[in-house]
Each structure stands twice: as C-alpha cells, then as structure tokens.
C-alpha cells in the first residue's frame, strides 16, 4: 500500500493551486457569487492550460491521465473558491459515459471540444424531484427513418443554460433503455435560482419532438442504465472532491482567521474551544481526504464497488457540512456576511451536499451492501 | 404548576398568528429578494399595539410581560426570521435600556413614537475588533461642553439604515475596562453620525444591517442613560437576559415553521415508487424534529416565566438561547437534507429557513460565549 501521491501528481496538484490561486480573485468571486454569472474566461483559460479533461487519451485532448488527477484540479479549485473552482469542475459532466461507451467517433467529436474550452457537456437522467429516483423515467426515444424523436422532461440538471450537449436517458419501444447525446439547440432549458453553487447553471430540460441522429446513440440498445449508473459514479467521485476541496478551503480560512483575530486579549486559537473545532475539522478532512481518493483510485483501477462509493459520499458529505459550518461559526459575526468567502462557502457546501445524496439513500445503499440485496428483498 | 397556556394567552396566539399572516407573509418575496426592511410595518404593528410589547401602558405601550413577547416573536419568526430580527430590537435592545435607565424625558421622547412604530429603534454595542468581547470596544464618549463628543465605529447593528435612534455603547472612562462604560441616544439628524454601509448576509435578507460611524458626534448629556458615568453594560443586564430568551422563541419560530413544511412534503411525497412517510429513517427524524419543537418551546416559556417572575438567572437565559439556537440547526439540516436539490431552491422556503436559522448561533452572546456564561454561573 502506497498513500502518497506521485510525482506526477503532485505537479498536477501545484499547477491546478497556482492557477486557482493567480486565476480566482475573491472580489471577483463575490461578485460572480451574486449575479449567478458562469466564470466563461477562467474556464477558458482553465482549458487552454490543459485542466479540462486531463483524464481523456491524448487523442482526444486528453493527457492519458486517471480521474484521479483530474480529482486532484477539481480539489484544488474548490480549496481556492468553492463557486468558481466547482463551476469548472461540471464543465464536462458525463464525459466518463462517452469514454467508456462512447464510439472513436462520439469521442472525437465531443470530448475534444470540452478540452478546448469549446464546449461543455452535461447529463440529464433525473425527471423527480429529489433527482435520484429513476422509477418513474418517462421521457421517450422514438425511432423515425432519420433518427430518434424526444419526448419528455428532465429535472435539476447542472449546466442547464450553459452545456452544449446532454447525455439524455430516455426509452425506445424496442431498445429498451438508452442514452443519446441531445444538442441544446431546440431543448427548452428553464433556469432554476439556487441557494449555493450560482455560477453553475442550474435547470430543467423540455424536450418536444426534439430530433437526434442515429449517430449520437450512446453504446448499446438497453444499455442506459448502466450509462447512467456509470455517469452518476463519476458525477459522485467529481461531487466528493469538491466537497473535500470545499472542507480544505474553509478551513484555510477558519485557521488564518483564528491566528489573526483577538477578543479578550488573546488570539482566537489560544482558546482550547477554538483550537479543538480546528482539531475536528482537521480529523473531518483527513477522513475525506482519504476517503476520496481511495474512492477514485479504485475507479481508476476499474474495480470500484458502489457500496464503498455510497459509504465515502455519506461521511464526505457530513464532514463537509460540519467542517464549513464550524468554520463559519469561528468567524462569528463576519462568517454570517457575504463579504467573507465563507459565507458563500456554506451555501456551496449545503448544494453540493445535497449533491452527494441523502443520509437514508446512501445508508439503503450500503445497507444492501453490507447484508446483501436478497437478504433485503427477501424480508420486503 | 401549569404548563398551559391560559386562555387570554392563546386568543393573543391566535389573533397575532393571523395578523403575521396577512401583514408580514405577503411581504417576504419582495423584502427578502431586495434584502431590506419594510419600515411601513413598524407603523402597521405600532397601530395594532404589536411593538415594544413590555412598554407599560403609562408610555403607549400594551404592558404584557415576556410571556406574551415570546408568544407574539414565536409567531412571528414562524413567518419571517429577517423581519423578526428588526422588531425584536425595536421591542429589545433599541428601547429596553431607555425604559430601564432613561430619565422621564427621554422615556416620553423615544418610548412613545418607538411603541407607536412612528420612530425606528437600533442598538450598537459591537464593533469591527470587539464582538464576544464586549468590554472591548473602542468607541470613546469624551465630555465636551454640555454633552459628549462620540468618536468609533459600531457594525452588525440591526436597523442600521432605517433607524431615527440608536441606542449606542461607548466608553466615558476607557481606564474602567468593562466598566466604564455608558449608553448614549444618537438620533439619525445627529452631525457626525452615519452609515458606512449596508451589510449583506446569508439569511435574515429582510432585515437591516449596517455598519455605523460615530465621528466627533455630539451628544448632549440629557441623551445619557443613567445619571453617572459608568455601569452601561451593567444597565444591559437585564435586557440581555430577556434578549437570549427571545432567542428561544425565534428558534421555536424557524423550527416549527420548518417542521410544518417538511411533514407536508413527506406526507404527499414518494420516493423510488414509495410514500416517504413509509420510511423508517424518515418517520424518525420527523419524530425527533417534533420531540425538539416541544422541548425548545417549554424550555423558552419557562425561561420567560422566570423572568416574568424576576427569578430568571443568567445562566437561565443562556441555557434557552444555546439549546434552542443549538436544536433549531438539526432542524433546518435534516429538513434541507430531505429534499436535496428541492430544498436548494430559492423559491422554496426551506432553504430560507436554513439561512435564517444559521444566524441564531452568532448574536447576543455566540454559543462558545454561552457555554462560558453557564460554566461560570456553575462556579467553575
């Protein structure tokens, strides 16, 4: 076993935090915060020095590297800016479908565009509310001689206003489940205003009688759901290291703050009761630092087992929240004001909590895990 | 002992709980979304005899005692926590030291327009380097003919903007730390006073706050509360002791109104082809959101009964503010966590309710601040 990271991917990591750190000025990023606007010529910048899509194969404008370094920038951008460096993290969301089912030709034609900075990809599964209940799908796929016919409604897709394309689960007669890649254009995109993460466009999709080629299928017939269980564990190990960036983040700033600022004569961190909520906070984010990229590292090796995934979105999730709001609480007054990053950094962390999914789901998830799916279906 | 409450009570219940209801819901869009105060509500409660509830009739007011102040800021925080903010100072902070401390001039001059809603109330006793730490501040009252010359800088202060008076902390004598410190009446016409800014928030959007500047500002001594110099925190005592109980009421407030939606939306909601209230883990964070509702609230009404009684200790008044401000954060979390991206949505209150709630933790003494209040009233 081997817990350090590599050379390579500490240069990864030194790169991503410098661009971040030279890249995402915090004026700049209250103002972003405030009228909800996407980061376009970060993103551009981001792109052209290689940060979008570095696990892709060269071919593709990729550079041949995991996910796990991909992680890594996702991280680091969120350690810097939790609305800026998560509005980067989404910009090719669902590329992992594309890669692992995806044709030369669905590859060439929409993961290299994504490098450059050209376009951006997103997925839309969901029709319910919560946006993880696959139950009730009812969007359509009807095949006509030139290609497919859609019918239907998607529900909280991120990059709503703002993906180029969508990997679309729908249902044909014949083929069962499939995905298509659907272009935005002739989509009816319908903003949605959120609390936290405001520079990633949030929406939901209508889609009537909206027309893809044959071309933009997705692997093969029936297939869908596994795209889809593919796409979300993927979006999950990208959600983590945001959460983890988020958590470093807030807590870089509780730390500095708690040396900086003095009440009765001594500096915040003399107190034992400060010190100790630094110490839990650094517990939290070793547990989800680690947690993490065990999580990818597994991915990448192709062996990553849902349930652990399950358990490291759980305890990810709530370390965030806690660590963010701990970190608020220490800046007292000013933690709860919108000229302080952490104060959007408790929005960001409630969004991309909720993201993680929720404490009963992911507790069933490994539940069935841990006592196997019979067992549980047997007793219903 | 009687838990109950009687019947005069629960007809005040009732008639405040539609009055909020038809004066201050259809103002929550608006005001939260522009981040302001509505100040025609002053005068539309003022008018209903809603304001300053413990001014004794003698100066305009209902004369009800802490009880019917719970009953009524309970209510009212149900609807709106950042409305709720604004007329809890008027009725707190802004007026009750003038009632307690002030000669009969002042009393007839502030008292009466303030319970009238014809004068707006603020309170500035925290500054940019002294929050927790009271005696702390900077902000110096040096003699000057007939009166004092105010030189300092107050922020975070609660009707800052909208304010006619404010209720301001300074020292006269800055080599008594603590307690040579003396409370004066700045009136917004006042040369040398103004507002260096309007503060943004993460929640209580409907509520004014600001940062005040005090620059040579002249005030006569008749403004002074008290007849001698020194003893102005010790003048807070009481109004902070009442001030934490309230506390309890607006948690009790956000609680319940939280509980309210998130049962609804279990009742009619399903989840992977299931009623939600079928779950076990949902049935049981309902429960024990219903179990700390009915402990917040006994918790906050017997604190209100013992001061009413003149019996309510320090340590009393901190108990109900860290428990209650404590309890409503698991609250808000569980009931955000439910919903995931539903609850994110601007226009879906329960994310407002987790916004406004997360304030509760900061103001009147941080929940650090009240762990060393009763830990030193244990005579540790």
């Not at chain 1, 044709?103 to 509310?129: H, R, V, W």
């Not at chain 2, 707190?92 to 401390?101: C, E, K, Q, R, V």
């Not at chain 2, 620059?215 to 001698?228: A, F, I, P, T």
């Not at chain 2, 539903?342 to 406004?356: A, H, K, S, Y």
Request: aromatic share 8%.
């Amino acid at each position: 076993m081997d817990f350090g990271l590599s050379d390579e991917q500490r240069d990864v990591q030194k790169a991503a935090m410098e661009f971040a750190k030279g890249e995402f000025d915090p004026d700049l990023a209250l103002e972003l915060d405030q009228s909800g606007e996407f980061p376009e010529s970060i993103w551009k910048k981001a792109s052209q020095l290689g940060f979008i899509g570095l696990h892709y194969p060269e071919e593709f404008g990729g550079q041949g590297l995991g996910l796990f370094e991909n992680i890594l920038v996702i991280e680091a951008f969120c350690r810097v800016d939790s609305g800026i460096g998560s509005s980067l993290s989404t910009v090719d969301l669902g590329s992992e479908v594309i890669l692992k089912f995806g044709s030369q030709e669905q590859k060439k034609n929409f993961l290299l565009p994504l490098t450059k900075g050209e376009k951006q990809l997103s997925i839309a599964f969901a029709e319910s509310e919560d946006g993880n209940d696959f139950s009730s799908i009812s969007t359509t796929a009807e095949r006509r001689t030139d290609g497919y016919l859609i019918r239907g409604k998607k529900r909280f897709v991120l990059n709503a206003s703002f993906a180029n394309h969508f990997i679309v689960l729908c249902k044909e007669s014949k083929e069962g489940w499939i995905t298509l890649i659907v272009e935005r254009d002739g989509v009816e995109v319908l903003p949605i205003e959120k609390m936290g993460l405001r520079m990633t466009p949030f929406g939901d999709l209508s889609f009537e009688e909206v027309r893809v080629s044959y071309a933009n299928r997705v692997g093969s017939d029936g297939e869908g759901m596994v795209h889809v269980n593919h796409g979300l564990q993927a979006m999950g190990l990208r959600s983590l290291a945001q959460a983890l960036g988020m958590a470093q983040g807030a807590f870089d700033r509780a730390m500095q703050y708690a040396r900086q600022r003095e009440q009765f004569g001594k500096k915040l961190f003399q107190f034992q009761a400060i010190r100790h909520k630094l110490a839990d906070m650094a517990v939290s984010i070793e547990v989800a630092r680690w947690l993490t990229y065990r999580s990818v590292a597994e991915y990448d090796q192709g062996r990553l087992d849902s349930g652990f995934l399950s358990i490291a979105q759980l305890e990810v999730g709530r370390r965030l929240i806690g660590v963010v709001d701990e970190a608020l609480q220490i800046f007292g007054g000013y933690g709860y004001m919108a000229e302080q990053a952490i104060e959007h950094y408790f929005r960001d962390a409630w969004a991309i909590g909720v993201e993680l999914g929720t404490e009963e789901e992911l507790k069933d998830s490994i539940a069935e895990r841990i006592l196997g799916s019979e067992a549980i279906k047997n007793k219903k | 002992m009687d838990f109950e409450l009687d019947e005069k009570q629960r007809e005040f219940q009732k008639k405040v709980r539609e009055i909020y209801e038809k004066e201050v819901s259809p103002l929550i869009e608006e005001y939260e979304g522009k981040e302001a105060f509505p100040t025609s509500l002053f005068r539309t409660l003022g008018a209903m005899g809603l304001l300053c509830l413990r001014c004794p009739k003698e100066y305009g007011g209902p004369g009800l005692d802490k009880v019917y102040e719970c009953i009524s800021t309970e209510e009212l925080n149900r609807i709106c926590a950042g409305m709720g903010a604004g007329i809890m100072v008027q009725g707190g902070l802004a007026t009750d030291p003038i009632l307690h401390f002030g000669s009969e001039d002042l009393k007839r001059k502030y008292l009466s327009p303030a319970v009238l809603g014809q004068k707006i109330g603020a309170f500035a006793l925290t500054e940019p380097d002294a929050g927790s730490d009271a005696s702390g501040i900077r902000t110096m009252a040096v003699k000057f003919e007939n009166g004092y010359r105010l030189n300092g800088t107050k922020t975070f202060i609660t009707n800052g903007t909208i304010c006619d008076f404010v209720n301001v902390a300074a020292y006269t004598d800055p080599n008594r730390r603590g307690t040579g410190i003396n409370l004066f009446i700045v009136e917004k016409e006042d040369l040398g006073f103004s507002v260096v800014k309007k503060l943004e928030k993460l929640g209580n959007h409907s509520a004014d706050t600001a940062e005040l500047a005090f620059d040579d500002c002249y005030v006569s001594k008749e403004r002074m509360l008290g007849d001698c110099e020194g003893g102005g925190l010790e003048q807070l005592e009481e109004t902070l002791k009442s001030g934490r109980i309230t506390y309890g009421a607006r948690s009790t407030g956000i609680g319940q109104a939280t509980f309210d939606a998130i049962l609804s939306y279990v009742k009619k909601s399903q989840r992977h082809g299931q009623p939600m209230r079928r779950s076990q883990a949902i049935r049981f964070i309902l429960a024990e959101m219903a179990m700390s509702i009915e402990v917040m609230r006994n918790t906050t009404y017997r604190g209100a009964w013992l001061f009413d009684r003149g019996i309510a200790s320090m340590k009393d008044a901190s108990i109900v503010k860290l428990f209650c401000t404590e309890s409503v954060q698991r609250i808000v979390q569980k009931a955000t966590a439910i919903q995931r991206n539903l609850g994110m949505i601007m226009e879906n209150p329960i994310q407002r309710f987790l916004r406004d709630a997360r304030l509760l933790k900061i103001p009147e003494g941080t929940s650090e601040i009240h762990h060393l209040v009763i830990a030193r009233e244990l005579g540790l």
